[in-house]
């Protein structure tokens, strides 16, 4: 018998032994953004860890699907009493996909790294109350801070904290190498990005064999490619208008879940007149956020009135700060020297919520005299011109990253916020280990950024995904971006 009809016929046993049909084992999971490059320990783009968290690459702490922190390649850890010394137990046999092996030495410098001097890591502040980081031997690591930080293990958890390898720095922002249940293979630029299944794998083993990423920026392209089973699974959909169709298909499945994205009409508070705290405030009286929820995310999304996310139990409801009320807005101009009003930019990068929720805004400002000169953006140019160049007056971005209040503490951020009593409050905070204190000041955090008028507080962003009937383990909600695959199958 050949080995092609011995192949044959084994399959054909498979195929008896499951109910005549073998699950799917490859999956195309298309998403709005494409990475601007693969390295997520050098880049702000949430696109980058949404195709690598949990995927490709690993940290000592990872995000659960409930955004509870879990042990990652660290299995366990000791705190010492004076919450100074953190002793992580790596997990043993771990494998880089280039066959070297991951070790204490590994973890040393990824963290060395990310804090360095030099870093370009876009969260490095998450690394700034490491003192010391010792090995102890191939599977112990000590990491020794300044002051007690009662976020360290969340901090940990983020993608910019995952395990690099020294030796694949070179070339980490085009061939990815981590730990993960799943090897980068391969990048069509402008396309798709391939990952395989990692056979070698230290943890559970994925059951996909392999998954595409499919980069569908028009929302009517989305829709297109759904409905011709295209694409498997569409996460966060950018085109909510069409999910009542999907959900009446029994083709499909639609699930919507929260996100830790704060959108905001982010504002230069460098660049005059935005720097009057006055201007700020009527700019946030001229926003009707229902209008763009409604208009933007057909209703999708709940209203903030600071920057953190409603589902926390620490969450302050400081909408009333910001209350739709036109004719007030007109007031604060008037009282702060603009009664005819001024004109800035509006820069909107590619998502579907900043570039229909821009036209609204503009609409809405324009009502009380603000014109805005808009321009829409590519990702890479969005990240040139306003997070790392501070040249624009207005935008509209989601930060989904968890728990980031803190940015308002960098002075040098994007948004260019400098208050030393909100920063002098971080560091409390950060300094802060019992539960009620750091709930106390996360709300006095919140009140703060409300009342300073800092951005335009909009919404939290909702996550819908559109998936094929069959498909399982999908995360609904999102803590932290990341399409996490590791654990996701075809039911038979």
Same mark, same amino acid.
């Given at each position: 018998?050949?080995?092609?009809?011995?192949?044959?016929?084994?399959?054909?046993?498979?195929?008896?032994?499951?109910?005549?049909?073998?699950?799917?084992?490859?999956?195309?999971?298309?998403?709005?953004?494409?990475?601007?490059?693969?390295?997520?320990?050098?880049?702000?783009?949430?696109?980058?860890?949404?195709?690598?968290?949990?995927?490709?690459?690993?940290?000592?702490?990872?995000?659960?699907?409930?955004?509870?922190?879990?042990?990652?390649?660290?299995?366990?850890?000791?705190?010492?009493?004076?919450?100074?010394?953190?002793?992580?137990?790596?997990?043993?046999?771990?494998?880089?996909? $280039?066959?070297?092996?991951?070790?204490?030495?590994?973890?040393?410098?990824?963290?060395?790294?990310?804090?360095?001097?030099?870093?370009?890591?876009? @969260?490095?502040?998450?690394?700034?109350?490491?003192?010391?980081?010792?090995?102890?031997?191939?599977?112990?690591?000590?990491?020794?801070?300044?002051?007690?930080?009662?976020?360290?293990?969340?901090?940990?958890?983020?993608?910019?904290?995952?395990?690099?390898?020294?030796?694949?720095?070179? /070339?980490? !922002?085009?061939?990815?190498?981590?730990?993960?249940?799943? !090897?980068?293979?391969?990048?069509? #630029?402008?396309?798709?990005?391939?990952?395989?299944? /990692?056979?070698?794998?230290?943890?559970?083993?994925?059951?996909?064999?392999?998954?595409?990423?499919?980069?569908?920026? $028009?929302?009517?392209?989305?829709?297109?490619?759904?409905?011709?089973?295209?694409?498997?699974?569409?996460?966060?959909?950018?085109?909510?208008?069409?999910?009542?169709?999907?959900?009446?298909?029994?083709?499909?499945?639609?699930?919507?879940?929260? +996100?830790?994205?704060?959108?905001?009409?982010?504002? /230069?508070?460098?660049?005059?007149?935005?720097?009057?705290?006055?201007?700020?405030?009527?700019?946030?009286?001229?926003?009707?956020?229902?209008?763009?929820?409604?208009?933007?995310?057909?209703?999708?999304?709940?209203?903030?009135?600071?920057?953190?996310?409603?589902?926390?139990?620490?969450?302050?409801?400081?909408?009333?700060?910001?209350?739709? *009320?036109?004719?007030?807005?007109?007031?604060?101009?008037?009282?702060?020297?603009?009664?005819?009003?001024?004109?800035?930019?509006?820069?909107?990068?590619?998502?579907?919520?900043?570039?229909?929720?821009?036209?609204?805004?503009?609409?809405?400002?324009?009502?009380?005299?603000?014109?805005?000169?808009?321009?829409?953006?590519?990702?890479? #140019?969005?990240?040139?011109?306003?997070?790392?160049? !501070? $040249?624009?007056?207005? +935008?509209?971005?989601?930060?989904?990253?968890?728990?980031?209040?803190?940015?308002?503490?960098?002075?040098?951020?994007?948004?260019?916020?400098?208050?030393?009593?909100?920063?002098?409050?971080?560091?409390?905070?950060?300094?802060?280990?019992?539960?009620?204190?750091?709930?106390?000041?996360?709300?006095?955090?919140?009140?703060?950024?409300?009342?300073?008028?800092?951005?335009?507080?909009?919404?939290?962003?909702? +996550?819908?995904?559109?998936?094929?009937?069959?498909?399982?383990?999908?995360?609904? *909600?999102?803590?932290? @971006?990341?399409? $996490?695959?590791?654990?996701?199958?075809?039911?038979?």
């Amino acid at each position: 018998m050949s080995f092609m009809k011995l192949g044959a016929v084994s399959a054909l046993a498979m195929m008896m032994a499951t109910g005549g049909a073998l699950a799917k084992s490859d999956i195309v999971v298309a998403m709005q953004l494409e990475p601007p490059h693969l390295d997520p320990t050098g880049g702000a783009a949430g696109a980058i860890d949404s195709v690598l968290y949990s995927n490709v690459f690993e940290g000592l702490t990872r995000f659960a699907a409930d955004g509870s922190i879990i042990p990652g390649l660290a299995r366990e850890w000791e705190i010492s009493e004076d919450g100074l010394t953190y002793t992580f137990n790596l997990a043993e046999g771990v494998m880089f996909h $280039d066959g070297t092996a991951m070790d204490a030495e590994d973890v040393k410098f990824s963290l060395d790294r990310a804090r360095a001097e030099d870093s370009a890591n876009a @969260q490095k502040a998450l690394f700034a109350g490491i003192e010391e980081v010792e090995v102890v031997d191939p599977t112990t690591v000590r990491v020794t801070l300044s002051e007690p930080d009662g976020n360290f293990l969340f901090n940990m958890a983020w993608g910019d904290a995952v395990i690099v390898a020294p030796e694949s720095i070179e /070339n980490i !922002k085009q061939q990815p190498v981590g730990t993960g249940a799943f !090897k980068f293979a391969n990048w069509v #630029q402008g396309d798709n990005i391939t990952l395989e299944r /990692n056979p070698d794998y230290w943890g559970t083993p994925a059951q996909l064999d392999n998954v595409t990423f499919k980069f569908i920026s $028009d929302p009517t392209a989305a829709f297109a490619a759904v409905m011709a089973e295209d694409v498997d699974v569409f996460t966060a959909f950018p085109a909510p208008e069409n999910l009542p169709q999907f959900e009446a298909d029994p083709r499909f499945e639609v699930i919507v879940g929260n +996100t830790e994205g704060e959108t905001i009409l982010s504002t /230069n508070n460098k660049m005059p007149p935005l720097d009057n705290v006055t201007v700020r405030k009527a700019i946030a009286h001229a926003i009707n956020r229902q209008e763009i929820i409604d208009g933007a995310m057909f209703g999708l999304g709940t209203p903030i009135g600071t920057h953190f996310a409603p589902h926390h139990p620490d969450y302050v409801d400081l909408t009333g700060n910001s209350q739709y *009320d036109p004719e007030l807005a007109k007031e604060l101009l008037a009282e702060a020297g603009f009664a005819d009003g001024f004109t800035t930019t509006l820069k909107l990068p590619p998502p579907s919520y900043a570039r229909r929720g821009g036209e609204i805004v503009a609409s809405q400002l324009r009502a009380v005299g603000i014109e805005t000169e808009i321009s829409n953006l590519e990702w890479a #140019q969005w990240l040139e011109q306003v997070f790392t160049g !501070k $040249d624009y007056g207005l +935008t509209i971005v989601s930060h989904t990253e968890p728990m980031d209040i803190n940015i308002y503490a960098r002075p040098d951020y994007y948004f260019q916020y400098d208050n030393p009593d909100f920063q002098a409050l971080m560091d409390e905070l950060t300094r802060t280990t019992d539960p009620e204190a750091r709930s106390a000041l996360l709300k006095k955090a919140q009140t703060i950024i409300s009342e300073d008028y800092v951005n335009g507080y909009l919404f939290q962003l909702a +996550t819908p995904t559109v998936a094929k009937a069959g498909v399982r383990g999908m995360w609904k *909600d999102a803590p932290t @971006q990341a399409v $996490d695959l590791t654990g996701v199958y075809w039911e038979e």
